[in-house]
Nanobody, 121 residues
Framework: EVQLVESGGGLVQPGGSLRLSCAAS????????MSWVRQAPGKGLEWVSA????????YYADSVKGRFTISRDNAKNTLYLQLNSLKTEDTAMYYC??????????????WGQGTQVTVSS
């Protein structure tokens, strides 16, 4: 059974940092691209960042470029998202999503349950 379990969210002040983790199980983690997607209150899903299976290629939405860093540890079956210089508009539920193939295709077949990030003073 595929499982994706996010953690690391919380309440942080503007300008602060958080590191999100997504622990994967039930599939060969190193064979698939992964993404982070967020949903702000009352809004639709917004793609945030993606990484290919080997970790050598990363992609970011313009809204987070230069502030967020995606990475993965295939030995630990874990995906990460480092969030720096957080803004109030980054407040959202953050989900990790498993791609259907090794390269970034944005076609997700599994999602985690999400971790809440709230940026507020």
């Amino acid at each position: 059974e595929v499982q994706l379990v996010e953690s690391g969210g919380g309440l942080v002040q503007p300008g602060g940092s958080l590191r999100l983790s997504c622990a994967a199980s039930g599939f060969t983690f190193s064979s698939y691209a992964m993404s982070w997607v967020r949903q702000a209150p009352g809004k639709g899903l917004e793609w945030v960042s993606a990484i290919n299976s080997g970790g050598g290629s990363t992609y970011y939405a313009d809204s987070v470029k230069g502030r967020f860093t995606i990475s993965r540890d295939n030995a630990k079956n874990t995906l990460y998202l480092q969030l720096n210089s957080l803004k109030t508009e980054d407040t959202a539920m953050y989900y990790c999503a498993k791609d259907a193939v090794a390269f970034v295709s944005y076609e997700y077949n599994y999602w985690g349950q999400g971790t809440q990030v709230t940026v507020s003073s």
